[in-house]
């Protein structure tokens, strides 16, 4: 039997309903804050009452200014969930795995949170950032904190194009959003964060041509090279992911950096899949190669310097986690209804933008 179309439909809608702002527009600016949850019971209570209070904190600093496309995304480490909710657990969700090759290494890095928040104005980010971190300081150690801004023509500081190849439409959120195969999470995601420090004196010591085999791209316009002259250890041929002849796409939102002061220049990367296996085995093809060897010569010239796997559940199960043991909150994720709530229309009404219940800024 055909699926009907507009049940499959109504499906997508709720899952998109429930889900964390995890396809948000891309924004100017953006804020990535990834912090420890110290030791005691009380840090744990802490975490946990603010689960449901981001939406509360959101609003408030979402209200300053309805045309700033602020969002936020919070996520949660291996370690985390275990101390926060228990069983049940994301079936993928694990502590990043590191990968060794040679001189090339993925670090993997200390993470229990991650708040992804983005917006046309800095000063939005940096005040719920302010907000969150005034909520619960004390009950948190902050490991990373980067302040990333759009590179004039959403180049990173290589000078190439970023997230040409991001899903659009319907697609993206068939690629982010976990659905039926796990009921218990519908509407979550899984996202991998790694920070990259570049050589530039080095990578623009390169001719145009040469930079431009190992990315796979043309600089100027970004058009893709054609195979028959793009090398097999080319970025964008490692990165891309085919299974039964479909290729699996993930959502990038990475970031420029730097200190041109302390000569720092760099790209934070962060993927949103609904499975952390896609994301790990482009980075397998990176680091190691494909076949191993033959491996991404971008990183002859970038170095990961962190590295992070956190889950994100649906804004459904924030708002519904309490102040109890571990366990207790988990019960608490929403599986998508067959027939969802209609949501509010697109606009920026103060909401935090996540479902029938909040809005939904993704259009």
Same mark, same amino acid.
């Given at each position: ?75 949660? @480490? ?30 993997? +890095? ?59 439409g319907d697609l993206v959120f068939d690629s982010v959003l976990i659905g039926e195969e796990q009921p218990a999470f519908a509407g979550g995601s899984y996202v991998i964060v790694q920070k990259y420090l570049h050589d530039l004196s080095a990578w623009n010591a390169l001719s145009t041509e040469a930079q431009e085999r190992i990315i796979g791209r043309r600089k100027l316009d970004d058009i893709e090279l054609d195979d028959s002259v ?9 990165? +891309? ?36 296996? +896609? ?79 909040? @809005?939904?800024?993704?259009?």
């Amino acid at each position: 039997m055909e699926p009907d179309p507009k049940s499959t439909r109504n499906a997508a809608e709720g899952l998109r309903a429930l889900a964390q702002p995890v396809a948000a527009p891309l924004t100017r600016a953006a804020i990535f804050l990834v912090v420890k949850i110290n030791s005691g019971t009380d840090s744990c209570a802490t975490v946990r009452s603010f689960c449901p209070d981001l939406s509360k904190l959101f609003r408030a600093v979402n209200f300053r200014d309805l045309e700033g496309a602020l969002s936020c995304v919070m996520g949660f @480490g291996s370690e985390a969930w275990d101390r926060l909710f228990g069983a049940p657990r994301p079936a993928d969700l694990h502590p990043f795995r590191e990968i060794r090759s040679g001189p090339r290494h993925a670090v993997s +890095t200390p993470g229990d949170l991650i708040f992804h928040i983005r917006a046309k104005r800095m000063d939005l980010c940096f005040e719920l950032a302010t907000q969150i971190m005034a909520r619960i300081g004390d009950a948190v150690s902050t490991v990373d904190e980067v302040q990333g801004f759009r590179y004039f023509d959403d180049r990173d500081l290589l000078g190439f194009v970023d997230g040409t190849e991001n899903p659009r439409g319907d697609l993206v959120f068939d690629s982010v959003l976990i659905g039926e195969e796990q009921p218990a999470f519908a509407g979550g995601s899984y996202v991998i964060v790694q920070k990259y420090l570049h050589d530039l004196s080095a990578w623009n010591a390169l001719s145009t041509e040469a930079q431009e085999r190992i990315i796979g791209r043309r600089k100027l316009d970004d058009i893709e090279l054609d195979d028959s002259v793009k090398p097999t250890s080319a970025h964008n041929a490692l990165t +891309t992911i085919v299974e039964d002849g479909k290729e699996i796409k993930i959502l990038r939102d990475n970031m420029p950096f730097g200190r041109p002061g302390s000569a720092e220049f760099g790209t934070y990367f962060i993927g949103y899949s609904r499975s952390p296996r +896609t994301i790990e085995q482009m980075l397998e093809n990176m680091f190691v190669g494909k076949p191993p060897g033959n491996y991404d010569r971008i990183l002859d010239f970038s170095r990961a310097v962190t590295g992070s796997l956190f889950f994100v559940p649906s804004a459904e199960f924030l708002d519904n986690v309490a102040e109890a043991e571990p366990g207790v909150a988990a019960s608490a994720a929403v599986t998508p209804a067959a027939e969802p709530a209609p949501s509010a229309p697109p606009g920026n009404n103060g909401s935090l933008g996540i479902g029938s219940l909040k @809005g939904d800024p993704h259009e």
